[in-house]
Structure formats: C-alpha cells, structure tokens
C-alpha cells in the first residue's frame, strides 16, 4: 500500500513564490533535512505536481541505493523501494513556473524492518516464539534477504526433523519438511549491516494434534449414538487457540467461534426439533456466506460440539486462518463414522468466521499436503485441501448452488453404478452414464430433494499434478436416507476422479469427473493421463 505523504496545497496565489507558513515545512525544517545528516533527501521539478512527484521519489531511491552500496550494506532495490513507499515524505518547495518537490526519508527508518511490520510481530511476540516453549524457530543473518530466509527456514526444518525423532513421533523427514513448509512463518528482526531473519512454528501445528484430536474423537465414540442424541450439550463451550498471530485477533477468533457454537448448542438442547438453526451475526462474527453453509448443515442434520473445552492451534489456510479438529455430533446417520466427525473452522484474516466444513481424516490430510514438487507448490496444497474438504461437505450439506460453480460448464461427467443381475451366482455389472454438467446437476437436485440425508465420505486419496491442472482420486462412500419410510436408502463404494484446474486460483473447475467400482483394475483407474488436455 502506498501511504506516502504527499503535501500539496489546494489554493495558492499567482505570485506567491513560497509556501512557507502555510502550514507545511518551515525554513528551519527544509534546513534540518538538508544538513543534519539524518536525512536521504531529493529535490526534482517538473512542470506538473505528479511528474515532480515520481522524479523526486526516483532519485531518492537511487541515492539510497548508491549509499548503501558504498557502505557494503543490504542494497535490495525491492526492499528499499519498499520502504521509501511507506516511509517517505514530500513536501511541495516551490509551484512558481514549474513544481519543485523534496522528497526524504530519515537514514534509520530505510534500515528499520518492514516485513516485521507487515508480519505483525512485536517485541513481545518475538520474546513469546523464543521462551514460551511452544515454538521452534531459528535466526540466520546474511548480507541478501533471500539467502538469510532461506537459511533459517532449512535450520529450522533440522531442528524440527531432530526433535520429532528424538521423541519417537516420527521419522519421515519428508512429511516433517513438508509440515514446516506449510506452517513456516518469518520475520525480519534487523537490517543493519546484515539481514536477520527469525522463522518459526508452533510445535503443536506441525503434526496438528493427530494423537490428541483421535483420542477426543475415539473418546466421544464410546458413546452410543442413541444416548448422544438425548444429551444436552454445554450451551457455552470455551475455545482456545494458540498462534504467533497478534493476540486481537486470536482473542477475536476464540470469541467468534464461541458465540456461534453458544448458539448451535444452545438450539440443539432446547428446540432442535421445533425450529432450525437461525444464527444470528452479532459483533460481525461470520459472513453472511458462512452463515448460510453453518445453517445449511444443520438442516440435514442438527448437531452440537461434543466437547465443553477446546484448545487447538491456529493454522494457515490458503485465505486466512484455520482451526481443525472441532469434535461434532451429527444426529444423522447410519454409523458412529457419520455421527462422529472434525470440522474445520476456517477465518478471514481479521478473525471472522469465513467458512465451516468435515475435516478429512488426519491420514489423508497428510497425503494432500505431501503432494508437492516445489516450495511454492505449499499454498496450492492448502487450496487443494481446502476445496477437497468443501466439495465433500457440499454433498452433506446437498448445496447445489456450490457444487453448481466448481463444475465446469463444459466439464466431463461419467457417472457409475452396479446394477444386480438375476441370479446369486451372477457378477453385478456396472452401468456408466456421460452426463453435462446441466443434467448432472438436476438430477443431484432430485437425490437432494428426495432423501432426508447424505453422506459422502472420502478415503484411500491420491494426489497428481501437471502445470496447473490437479488430479485426485478418491475412494468414495455414498450412502443416503430416503424422506419417504417406505423408500430404502442407497449406498455404495467406488473411485472417484477429479480433475481441478487451478489457472485461476480465486475459482477452481472441476474439468472431469469420474467413477467406477472398486473392482477396477488398477491400471484402468481413471487419471490425469487418460485425457488429452487441450486449453
């Protein structure tokens, strides 16, 4: 953002050849920022305001540059440029005939840390990461930005590798190193002399809690489903949340997230069956799209948040934040796998709930977030995760208007099922259907409408890439209850294939969509490598 504070004057008089006392600079402040030595200074003129402007900011820069240089210190035109658009001042010396502008900028302030700045981290933050015990980090300094980031990352991943197999967590150093990557935050600590870069992560979010969230989710499990229905929630539940993140916005989230459970829990015990989820937005708790997703999952299923006391860590997200492994009670379905499941509770990057949605099983998170081939490929697994995670729930949920938009308009949609022949002794026999995206959707329209619930659930995932199309096959289990009694439900199991087309990142496409029965041969499953891409 460009916050440079450009002073002009709005009315001047035709012969008037200063604008001292007007209310900008005095004589004795034009004279202390070209003296004092304090001061990068440049002065340009230009028969316009604006080209004056741009000259006197230009030159500036060069001179910085230039000093820098000369001293053998961090001259990243990027950085400073940077720095100069959020730092510097101009002041309008002279608007007789042509515009003479002076540009400066105090000597400490180019050499002060921006990108702590823009991180958000304070001297109280930094003491946090480095004595609470809850983080890894790791300094590095260099001459170049780049090099000195880059070290302290790689240090920081050898610490992580060899404290996890030191305690026997693991030692697949690939997952670790991933894990890092995906989490890894850095921050600028000093530019003088030599860029010191710290990096960190918070302990608990490079493996995010797989032992402790399984053991909450298997102990709400020893519950029968049929006493869970009958229990009265806590009506308050507490959420804390523990990140690097400023404490605003944590305290933010924690409160959010609070008061929107306090209301599903609190409809769940006293009138779940009277009237629906109606949460109101107070304080701007959640987005109007959050909201109607949260409301909309309710309606095939009330459900409550098993736990009266949850502390999970605060994660990156592909926009925003995160929190996974909230412990729900789906009233709904045909087993304790359906009734008991995460969620994920995803924030804006002020601390507003922006989304809720099933959380994988931690295995196949974990084969996501590996599937990579470069460090940048990190935030596209985030992204992929993300939407691997909604595009289930949107079938949960039977949100048409979401399924809708990741589809393609020209997308390939093979749909499958085993059809009975008659005889016991006899193979089922597989029926497969190519439909538009049109007909697909108004016959998934009809499924909705016609069964009471629905639930897709997602196992055994395996992630391909090729330039910016992603590949992901997926065992799927379908099962649904009909609204009439009379009806019987349908369920079943098969391989599901999407291809994701990630050129515009803001609003991925489904470009296929396949399935077939598990019996397929494995060298006949569908791929990225069975089409022929022609964009």
Not at 56 to 84: F, P
Not at 288 to 297: C, K, M, P
Not at 405 to 431: C, R
């Given at each position: 953002m460009n916050i440079i504070k450009f002073l002009t004057l709005?009315?001047?008089?035709?012969?008037?050849?200063?604008?001292?006392?007007?209310?900008?600079?005095?004589?004795?402040?034009?004279?202390?920022?070209?003296?004092?030595?304090?001061?990068?200074?440049?002065?340009?003129?230009?028969?316009?305001?604006?080209?004056?402007k741009e000259?006197?900011?230009?030159?500036?820069?060069?001179?910085?540059?230039?000093?820098?240089?000369?001293?053998?210190?961090?001259?990243?035109?990027?950085?400073?440029?940077?720095?100069?658009?959020?730092r510097a001042q101009t002041s309008v010396l002279s608007q007789t005939g042509r515009v003479i502008i002076l540009a400066w900028i105090e000597k400490a302030n180019v050499l002060q840390n921006p990108a702590s700045a823009a991180s958000g981290i304070t001297s109280t933050q930094e003491n946090e990461i480095k004595n609470s015990g809850r983080y890894y980090y790791s300094e590095c300094s260099d001459l170049n930005e780049t090099e000195a980031k880059e070290c302290a990352v790689n240090d920081l991943i050898q610490k992580v590798i060899v404290d996890m197999v030191?305690?026997?967590?693991?030692?697949?150093?690939?997952?670790?190193?991933?894990?890092?990557?995906?989490?890894?935050?850095?921050?600028?600590?000093?530019?003088?002399?030599?860029?010191?870069i710290l990096a960190w992560v918070e302990k608990e979010s490079v493996l995010p809690k797989v032992t402790q969230s399984q053991t909450a989710v298997e102990e709400a499990k020893k519950i029968a489903p049929s006493e869970a229905i009958q229990t009265s929630p806590v009506l308050e539940p507490v959420f804390i949340f523990r990140s690097a993140t400023s404490e605003a916005i944590r305290d933010r989230m924690e409160q959010n997230v609070k008061a929107v459970f306090s209301q599903i829990n609190r409809t769940y015990s006293t009138n779940k069956e009277q009237a629906g989820l109606n949460?109101?937005?107070?304080?701007?708790?959640?987005?109007?799209?959050?909201?109607?997703?949260?409301?909309?999952?309710?309606?095939?299923?009330?459900?409550?948040?098993?736990l009266s006391k949850i502390e999970e860590p605060v994660l990156k997200a592909a926009k925003g934040w995160q929190v996974r492994n909230i412990p729900v009670f789906f009233e709904k379905g045909d087993s304790k796998e359906d009734q008991y499941q995460s969620i994920v509770i995803e924030f804006t990057e002020n601390g507003v709930i922006s989304d809720m949605y099933i959380a994988?099983?931690?295995?196949?998170?974990?084969?996501?977030?590996?599937?990579?081939?470069?460090?940048?490929?990190?935030?596209?697994r985030l992204m992929l995760l993300e939407f691997v995670e909604n595009f289930r729930t949107a079938y949960n949920r039977?949100?048409?208007?979401?399924?809708?938009?990741?589809?393609?308009?020209?997308?390939?949609?093979?749909?499958?099922?085993?059809?009975?022949?008659?005889?016991?002794?006899?193979?089922?026999?597989?029926?497969?259907?190519?439909?538009?995206?049109?007909?697909?959707i108004n016959d998934l329209?009809?499924?909705?409408?016609?069964?009471?619930?629905?639930?897709?659930?997602?196992?055994?995932?395996?992630?391909?890439?090729?330039?910016?199309?992603?590949?992901?096959?997926?065992?799927?289990?379908?099962?649904?209850?009909?609204?009439?009694?009379?009806?019987?439900?349908?369920?079943?199991?098969?391989?599901?294939?999407?291809?994701?087309?990630?050129?515009?990142?803001?609003?991925?496409?489904?470009?296929?969509?396949?399935?077939?029965?598990?019996?397929?041969?494995?060298?006949?499953?569908?791929?990225?490598?069975?089409?022929?891409?022609?964009?």
């Open positions: 709005s009315l001047l008089f035709v012969f008037q050849t200063n604008i001292y006392g007007q209310g900008l600079l005095t004589r004795e402040q034009e004279r202390e920022i070209k003296t004092s030595g304090k001061y990068y200074f440049n002065e340009y003129s230009a028969l316009g305001a604006t080209e004056a000259g006197a900011i230009q030159g500036l820069t060069q001179k910085v540059i230039m000093e820098l240089k000369s001293q053998t210190l961090n001259a990243d035109e990027a950085m400073i440029k940077n720095a100069l658009e959020t030191h305690q026997k967590i693991t030692s697949d150093e690939t997952i670790l190193r991933d894990a890092v990557e995906m989490r890894v935050e850095t921050a600028i600590l000093s530019q003088a002399e030599r860029v010191i949460i109101s937005k107070v304080n701007n708790n959640a987005t109007d799209e959050a909201i109607e997703r949260i409301q909309a999952l309710w309606s095939t299923s009330p459900f409550f948040c098993t994988l099983a931690m295995h196949q998170y974990y084969t996501i977030i590996q599937a990579k081939d470069t460090v940048t490929d990190a935030r596209h039977r949100d048409i208007n979401f399924l809708k938009q990741v589809f393609s308009n020209d997308a390939l949609i093979i749909v499958g099922k085993e059809v009975q022949q008659k005889g016991d002794s006899k193979k089922p026999f597989v029926e497969y259907k190519i439909k538009s995206k049109e007909e697909y329209k009809i499924v909705f409408d016609r069964n009471s619930f629905v639930s897709v659930k997602f196992d055994e995932i395996e992630v391909m890439k090729e330039d910016y199309l992603y590949g992901v096959t997926l065992k799927q289990t379908w099962s649904s209850k009909p609204t009439a009694t009379s009806s019987q439900g349908y369920s079943d199991e098969g391989w599901l294939f999407l291809a994701i087309d990630y050129r515009d990142e803001t609003n991925p496409q489904i470009w296929v969509r396949t399935w077939q029965p598990l019996s397929v041969q494995s060298n006949e499953k569908y791929g990225l490598g069975s089409f022929d891409w022609d964009f």
